[in-house]
């Protein structure tokens, strides 16, 4: 499965997050990732590697424009 991700990316994580959502955004990409939480709004960081071992699914940005 390809998990390459870029910023404004939408992720769908394995855990979901204490306010039920797993769908995130990707607000900053670098060494550390930094998410946004699409229901509560909630702002987390966390390291590269970390993150790939928690990612599910990316879903591209491009792929949410064709849908609407």
């Known amino acids: 499965m390809d998990k390459s991700f870029s910023l404004n990316?939408?992720?769908i994580m394995k855990k979901n997050h204490a306010c039920g959502e797993n769908n995130w955004l990707i607000t900053r990409v670098?060494?550390?990732i930094?998410?946004?939480c699409l229901n509560c709004?909630?702002?987390i960081?966390?390291?590269r590697l970390e993150f790939q071992k928690k990612l599910k699914k990316v879903i591209k940005?491009?792929?949410i424009k064709e849908e609407k």
């Open 61 to 63: 940005n491009d792929e």
């Open 45 to 47: 960081m966390m390291d």
């Open 9 to 11: 990316d939408q992720v």
């Open 30 to 32: 670098g060494v550390d």
């Open 34 to 36: 930094k998410l946004k």
């Open 41 to 43: 709004g909630r702002e």
